[in-house]
């Protein structure tokens, strides 16, 4: 990796010497800011990237009129890629577009011989991310989804066949994903666990979230998994599609941020989770400071409402990419209490 370049060693604007269009557009690139890593935290805090000196060059540079360039094309170039390392240093919510790679354990499926050492393999994943706009919170990945994927393989370790009858061949888990944003569950259940899984959101979010089930196309085939995208707006759920029927598990993370959320997830929970012993819904949703705090219980309460009763909870800690970027989790897997009487 390139030693972070310093304030001091930019090229100077004024004189009489000014700097070429590669040597802008190289400078440029040096300064990318790349998206934090919620493996590793530590490496994205505190960079040198912060650093005001830098800022206030871009700022220079995005207000000059680059007179010395020779075409307008060049000129647009640089003041466009100069903006965009602007944005990137104005916290996640004005950031540019970005694609960011998540590593995911994926447990093998495959029997090792006793005495071999087991190494856990990884997954990578790459999900894109359109700039924020207006409230569309599922264009951004949420910390709470990386900690739900992995979370699932130790939720639910290999195999990861059902068997409906002894005479019928296993068949691959199907699961539907609530409120999928970006994909990132929905993928690792698909890439990690080889399910075959319907991820959903509301209409101006299922085209990136589509994009991302491409993007990682060749990885959720070599999994043997399956991937489709689709609406479903829990306040008018339409279940006519066929990847709705039959499923084993219901997944949501991060989907409550309204006093209403609550009450929507566990209606199309209770409309889509089918009644079998089998059938469990699997949830993560962040504890937040103030109001929001409360969401988590309700949706508790909410499940219990539609007939749920807890199965699994627990807690897990990680990482996002606002304020302090620590995050506390509170994750629950439900099953109908009529199949599982002895909860
Ligand atoms: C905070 S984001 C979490 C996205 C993703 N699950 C994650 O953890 O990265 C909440 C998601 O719920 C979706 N959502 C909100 N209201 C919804 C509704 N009425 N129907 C379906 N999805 C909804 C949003 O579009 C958004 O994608």
């Known amino acids: 990796m390139a030693a972070p370049i310093h304030h001091l060693d930019l090229p100077r604007l004024k004189g009489r010497v000014l700097p070429s269009f590669q040597t802008l557009a190289t400078t440029l690139e040096q300064?990318?800011?790349?998206?934090?890593?919620?493996?590793?935290?530590?490496?994205?805090?505190?960079?040198?990237?912060?650093?005001?000196?830098?800022?206030?060059?871009?700022?220079?540079?995005?207000?000059?009129?680059?007179?010395?360039?020779?075409?307008?094309?060049?000129?647009?170039?640089?003041?466009?890629?100069?903006?965009?390392?602007?944005?990137?240093?104005?916290?996640?919510?004005?950031?540019?577009?970005?694609?960011?790679?998540?590593s995911l354990p994926t447990p093998s499926r495959t029997p090792t011989p006793i005495g071999t050492p087991v190494e856990t393999p990884y997954t990578e994943l790459r999900i894109h991310e359109p700039p924020l706009t207006s409230d569309n919170l599922g264009l951004k990945t949420w910390g709470t989804s990386f900690l739900l994927a992995k979370r699932l393989p130790l939720l639910f370790p290999p195999p990861t066949t059902t068997r409906t009858s002894d005479s019928e061949p296993p068949r691959k888990i199907r699961a539907l994903e609530?409120?999928?944003?970006?994909?990132?569950?929905?993928?690792?259940?698909?890439?990690?666990?080889?399910?075959?899984?319907?991820?959903?959101?509301?209409?101006?979010?299922?085209?990136?979230?589509?994009?991302?089930?491409?993007?990682?196309?060749?990885?959720?085939?070599?999994?043997?998994?399956?991937?489709?995208?689709?609406?479903?707006?829990?306040?008018?759920?339409?279940?006519?599609?066929?990847?709705?029927?039959?499923?084993?598990?219901?997944?949501?993370?991060?989907?409550?941020?309204?006093?209403?959320?609550?009450?929507?997830?566990a209606h199309v929970t209770s409309?889509?989770?089918?009644?079998?012993?089998?059938?469990?819904?699997?949830?993560?949703?962040?504890?937040?400071?103030?109001?929001?705090?409360?969401l988590p219980g309700m949706l508790w309460s909410e499940l219990k409402g539609v007939g749920l009763v807890i199965l699994?909870?627990?807690?897990?800690?990680?990482?996002?990419?606002?304020?302090?970027?620590?995050?506390?989790?509170?994750w629950g897997v439900w099953g109908w209490k009529e199949v599982h009487a002895k909860n």
């Open 312 to 330: 699994e909870e627990g807690e897990d800690l990680g990482w996002d990419d606002w304020g302090s970027g620590e995050i506390r989790c509170r």
């Open 31 to 102: 300064l990318t800011i790349a998206p934090p890593d919620w493996s590793n935290p530590a490496a994205s805090s505190g960079s040198p990237e912060h650093d005001p000196g830098i800022t206030h060059w871009l700022t220079m540079l995005v207000s000059s009129d680059l007179h010395w360039l020779e075409t307008d094309e060049e000129r647009d170039e640089i003041l466009a890629e100069a903006s965009k390392r602007l944005a990137e240093r104005c916290g996640r919510s004005a950031a540019p577009a970005m694609t960011r790679t998540f």
């Open 178 to 265: 609530l409120g999928a944003g970006t994909g990132l569950v929905g993928l690792a259940a698909a890439s990690t666990l080889g399910w075959s899984v319907h991820l959903t959101d509301l209409p101006e979010i299922v085209t990136n979230l589509q994009k991302n089930i491409d993007l990682n196309e060749e990885t959720i085939h070599a999994a043997n998994g399956h991937a489709t995208s689709g609406i479903l707006d829990w306040t008018i759920p339409d279940l006519t599609h066929p990847s709705l029927r039959d499923l084993d598990i219901v997944l949501a993370s991060d989907c409550l941020y309204a006093s209403c959320h609550p009450a929507l997830v």
């Open 271 to 294: 409309l889509t989770l089918p009644r079998n012993a089998d059938a469990k819904f699997v949830v993560s949703v962040p504890v937040r400071p103030g109001g929001l705090g409360e």
